[in-house]
């Protein structure tokens, strides 16, 4: 035996030290921390019990909770309708959300109260008085706080407790895969991709009428947004007073009678367009955008609706400052501006349509889609 420098108690070699169990490691490691354990209970000195069973089976019915919260989580965000709904339909869309919450909100409170529940049932409810002291920790030092750790282990009783291992392991393991699958489950599909049809992926929008689409050549006209996604009502010059605003969506004549293709242009989240009539006095001032000085058709100009920050609708409109707002986080555009965002997170303007009127029906069209993307100033148009 060595003795400790500075003290008089003497200290295992590091022969004896290779040899002494995981006990009289920890025993060790208390008395050279100077710690005295007052009480160290086993809180179930008589193993097997029912109350142990029943103990073990609460620990395990909240992390199996936890695990179908995180399965529940999983199961909605992949799977639950969440495109728009029109009024009237929107039942189940309304629900996308609040389920989200609700089965997250399970999981960790599942994997929470297991975790308590386990420490207060099984864990030994030590008390200890131990003496501080300054310096670095010696080799031995360190031996005997892993052997402190895994006695703790140990003396927990999870090493033989499979019911609460599996359980717990499921809950964590489900829940550590919603986490991933939250950030990244909307960039797992390849949005630039050539393969897909172009109505599939964020290089076009709605307005597009290009090869590759569902009717190639046709022309878009625009139609108003009356409320009711089947009422098919298009947009003339004359519909539409000096300082009019209103918002349109994409219309293809081969949709007239097509109640779900009428509808799917509604809920297309690309689509929404906002078209202005600017008064006399306010279109002398309009500044255009380089390259984009014909898209406009006399007094009318139309913009995407959707925010270049997060996506949400750009739906509010000052008149008499010539500003779009959007309401989730207030940033505005100079719409005399070709909406180029003066207030707020958005960094980018909002992209404008170019417009034309067909000469037989004396309708709106758009000459071709938006030439840049729409939406979030995060994706960017690939080549």
């Known amino acids: 035996m060595s003795e400790q420098d500075g003290g008089t108690e003497a200290l295992p070699s590091d022969e004896e030290l290779a040899n002494m169990s995981r006990e009289e490691l920890a025993m060790l490691g208390a008395k050279m921390d100077g710690v005295e354990l007052v009480e160290y209970p086993d809180p179930w000195p008589v193993k097997g019990t029912r109350a142990e ?22 199961a909605v965000f992949g799977w639950w309708p969440w495109t728009y709904q029109d009024p009237g339909h929107q039942f189940w869309y309304n629900l996308y959300t609040p389920l989200i919450g609700l089965t997250l909100g399970i999981t960790v409170l599942g994997l929470g109260i297991g975790v308590l529940v386990y420490v207060k049932k099984f864990v030994p409810h030590e008390v200890a008085v131990q003496e501080r002291h300054d310096g670095p920790s010696a080799e031995i030092d ?58 599939d992926t964020l290089r076009f929008t709605g307005w597009y009428s290009g090869a590759g689409s569902e009717s190639p050549g046709e022309r878009v006209f625009l139609r108003q947004d009356t409320g009711d996604p089947t009422e098919v009502a298009l947009v003339s010059p004359a519909d539409m007073d000096a300082g009019g605003l209103m918002t349109v969506f994409p219309f293809r004549e081969s949709e007239r009678n097509d109640p779900e293709k009428l509808l799917a242009a509604y809920q297309r989240v690309d689509n929404p367009t906002l078209l202005f009539r600017f008064r006399p ?42 500003r779009i707002l959007c309401p ?22 909002l992209p404008q349509l170019p417009l034309a009127v067909d000469e037989q029906t004396g309708y709106f069209y758009a000459v071709h889609d938006y030439i840049e993307p729409v939406g979030p100033g995060y994706w960017e148009r690939g080549a």
Request: hydrophobic share 40%; aromatic share 12%; charged share 15%.
């Open 142 to 199: 360190r031996q005997t706080v892993l052997a402190e750790l895994a006695d703790a282990g140990v003396r927990s009783t999870i090493a033989r407790r499979s019911l609460i291992k599996r359980s717990a392991g499921a809950a964590a393991g489900l829940m550590g895969l919603g986490l991933v699958i939250f950030p990244v489950g909307g960039f797992i599909k390849n949005p630039w991709s050539k393969n897909t049809p172009p109505q």
């Open 281 to 322: 006095e306010d279109a002398q001032h309009v500044i255009k955008r380089q390259g984009q000085a014909s898209f406009n058709y006399g007094d009318y100009y139309a913009f995407s609706k959707i925010c270049t920050h997060l996506g949400c609708p750009a739906s509010l409109y000052e008149e008499q400052t010539q």
């Open 328 to 349: 989730c986080h207030q940033s505005q555009f100079n719409a005399l501006e070709y909406c180029k965002p003066v207030f707020g997170p958005a960094a980018r303007a």
């Open 53 to 74: 069973r029943r103990a073990e089976r609460v620990v395990a019915f909240w992390f199996i909770l936890a695990a179908l919260g995180a399965l529940g989580f999983i």
